[in-house]
């Protein structure tokens, strides 16, 4: 599976914008691009994904970079219910496993 | 709607005894997925069923474990004779047929062995 490199942690304050950025500069043509994020004691919440343009969903946005090297997620207004880990993910076409890394720890400031 | 439904979501075992964890996937989809978390660590991934079938248990310990999805009732993730290391939380989650979507996982069983 291609390697996906993000920060350990990221601060936000509340009701501010969050870019939370994944490089992915190994990701192959058929790659999508997942984010999940895991709440404390909770399990694993899908985000969103991509392919190659731009996404939005009701919880987030999804910019990719035309090189498809980078990606970067976007929470337009971070609550603090928004406080996870969130997890980049690359998933091949016919791949079914998700291989989850580390993730960014997002905490947000009242 | 309900989500993904696992159960117990606490489970205490002894060393030695068996665990058995259930998973009911989401109304209509036929792909269940086992990972574990183990303390201070991220997912891994252990096993993708289908009814009746195992797809891939590239994950799964060699001994021990197993994991069936049979044709009616819940996915169940079964651990013979337990050890203190197996004490993780276990996560299922579930997928429609034929989809790149996400996947909707559940809350997770929490195994502790004493």
């Known amino acids: 599976d291609a390697k996906t490199t993000q920060p350990n942690s990221m601060e936000s304050n509340e009701e501010e914008p969050v870019h939370l950025p994944c490089n992915h500069s190994?990701?192959?043509?058929?790659?999508?691009i997942h984010w999940y994020r895991q709440l404390p004691s909770q399990g694993p919440e899908y985000v969103i994904h991509?392919?190659?343009s731009n996404v939005n969903n009701r919880m987030a946005s999804l910019a990719i970079a035309e090189d498809r090297k980078s990606s970067t997620l976007i929470l337009h207004r971070a609550t603090l219910r928004d406080a996870a880990v969130y997890y980049c993910?690359?998933?091949?076409?016919?791949?079914?496993?998700?291989?989850f890394g580390t993730g960014t720890r997002l905490t947000i400031i009242p | 709607n309900a989500g993904v439904m696992q159960n117990p979501r606490h489970l205490v075992r002894r060393r030695g005894q068996e665990a058995r964890l259930r998973c009911s996937p989401m109304?209509?989809?036929?792909?269940v997925y086992w990972y574990r978390q183990l303390p201070e660590e991220g997912l891994k991934f252990m096993v993708y069923l289908q009814k009746e079938n195992i797809i891939d248990e590239s994950g799964m310990p060699k001994e021990r474990f197993s994991a069936e999805f049979p044709k009616e009732g819940p996915s169940i993730l079964r651990i013979q004779q337990v050890v203190r290391g197996d004490s993780a939380a276990y996560f299922c989650?579930?997928?429609?047929?034929?989809?790149?979507?996400?996947?909707?996982f559940g809350s997770g069983t929490r195994l502790t062995v004493v």
């Open positions: 109304k209509g989809h036929s792909h």
């Open positions: 989650a579930s997928s429609p047929q034929g989809t790149h979507h996400g996947y909707t």
């Open positions: 190994t990701i192959s043509g058929t790659d999508y």
């Open positions: 993910i690359l998933r091949d076409v016919g791949n079914e496993k998700l291989t």
């Open positions: 991509g392919l190659t």
